[in-house]
């Protein structure tokens, strides 16, 4: 088992094809689609939770193989908090913005899906209302934004070595996988949305992220809590 430092996640592109990195990708797809698909079986709603989370142990693993860790792909305590919050609220604006861009670039091609009822009648209901925060601030915020942005990103550019356009295939493929996970339930428009909304956080990650995920994690999760806050409300819109 080869240790590469610390550091390995800046160190620089190499032009050999890295077969470690296509080793880490396919194992960590492979238990992101199959975990999900597998407990939706049983649970519509666990099926996303379960598969980021025992992604994350198997991401975890991965890395250390690597000689690697999480705060080498940008989780780590920011240097400013302050200016972490600032960071996250232009997070939270691309993501609203991109959100719009992404939904009348979709209504050209595809119809909306009717709101689903994949989590249920919220409305009123504390205890679901409660529970799907916890899942928002897990699943959603931290496990999405660690796996689809920074390892994702990271593992992909590692795999294409010098190739001049490495890292924005990396972002636009990674994005299109974030869409994909978002199919099955929202069809075709949603999955162009989300992926919308993958590419504009993946480039703020590659321009700003790699040292500090804590924007990302601060915007994922704060537009999914008015978004179930709203539900909760009955004041949520088609």
């Known amino acids: 088992m080869t240790h590469t430092g610390p550091r390995a996640a800046t160190a620089p592109k190499t032009s050999r094809f890295d077969r ?30 379960a598969s980021t989370l025992s992604a994350m142990f198997v991401g975890t693993w991965l890395l250390y193989r690597r000689g690697m860790r999480w705060a080498d792909l940008g989780f780590k305590k ?3 908090w302050l200016r972490t919050i600032l960071w996250a609220a232009f997070a939270l604006f691309l993501i609203i913005l991109t959100s719009g861009v992404g939904g009348a ?55 294409f070595g010098d190739m001049k356009w490495a890292t924005p295939v990396a972002v636009v493929l990674a994005a299109a996988f974030f869409g994909y996970r978002h199919y099955y339930y929202q069809g075709m428009h949603g999955a162009i949305v989300t992926g919308c909304i ?29 978004g179930f806050t709203f539900r909760f409300l009955g004041i949520e819109g088609d």
Do not use: C
């Open 198 to 226: 993958g590419l504009s956080l993946g480039i703020y990650y590659v321009k700003r992220g790699r040292h500090n995920l804590w924007p990302l994690f601060l915007a994922h999760g704060s537009v999914n809590t008015l």
């Open 20 to 49: 470690g990195a296509l080793f880490d990708l396919l194992i960590i797809l492979t238990v992101l689609i199959v975990v999900k698909q597998s407990v939706r079986l049983v649970s519509e709603v666990g099926g996303g939770p």
């Open 78 to 80: 920011p240097d400013s």
């Open 105 to 159: 670039i979709a209504d050209l091609f595809f119809e909306r899906q009717p709101r689903t009822n994949r989590f249920g009648d919220i409305e009123g209901d504390v205890a679901a209302y409660l529970m799907y925060l916890g899942l928002i601030w897990t699943h959603t915020a931290f496990f999405e934004e660690l796996l689809f942005r920074a390892f994702i990103i990271n593992r992909l550019e590692a795999l």
